[in-house]
């Protein structure tokens, strides 16, 4: 059985919708996941927010549980971590390290596979080739710049952004990306062998 965390800042908004969505997606199509939330910035057994609560009701999803902190026992209990924004997965990836093969933000990991990953890669690749350069005095030819800087405006944003503090139609628009992401996420596993 594979083991899924999900992981946001406060454990009150992203994190418990995509929980719910993900549990309600995998039952429905047979994936037998365990799928738990956590926040790396919260205290232990606060409430899901209200607006995050309406969201998962309208959809008639039935609501998660308080809010976790993220532990190294939820990080060593998981086969996958999928994070709601580039900054959760570094959190997660400066305490505990040994995560990396298994932590991806949810928008990177449903992209696996895509051909917007190798610019990724690319990307990844210049920047680390920039930073080195920098270190030595020295910087990227113009033309390893402007792949650079067109990389950039080609790749999508790993983020899914925080509603919270927000109106309710923020939560339900939220809910409707995690959602989408969700779906090509459960729609890749089925094509899986």
């Known amino acids: 059985m594979n083991r899924v965390l999900i992981v946001c800042t406060g454990n009150t908004c992203r994190s418990p919708m995509a929980e719910a969505m993900l549990r309600d997606l995998a039952a429905r199509s047979g994936k037998p996941l365990e799928i738990r939330s956590a926040g790396v910035a919260t205290a232990e057994g606060l409430p899901i927010s209200a607006h995050a609560a309406a969201t998962l009701r309208k959809r008639n999803l039935a609501l998660p549980g308080s809010s976790t902190v993220l532990t190294a026992n939820e990080v060593l209990w998981a086969n996958l971590i ?8 570094r959190a997660i990836l400066e305490r505990f390290p040994e995560a990396l093969s298994k932590t991806y933000t949810l ?3 449903a992209l696996r596979g895509d051909p917007i990953m190798d610019d ?12 080195v350069r920098q270190a030595l005095g020295q910087n990227l030819t113009p033309e390893e710049r402007e792949r650079l800087f067109e990389l950039q405006r080609r790749i999508p944003g790993f983020d899914i952004a925080d509603p919270f503090g927000g109106p ?5 628009q939220c809910a409707d990306e995690i959602e989408d992401v969700l779906m090509t996420l459960v729609d890749k596993w089925d094509r899986e062998p």
Do not use: P
């Open 82 to 89: 999928l994070t709601m924004t580039a900054g959760h997965k």
């Open 168 to 172: 309710l139609s923020l939560y339900e």
């Open 120 to 131: 990724v890669a690319e990307a990844e690749r210049l920047y680390s080739e920039w930073q």
């Open 107 to 109: 928008k990177e990991y």
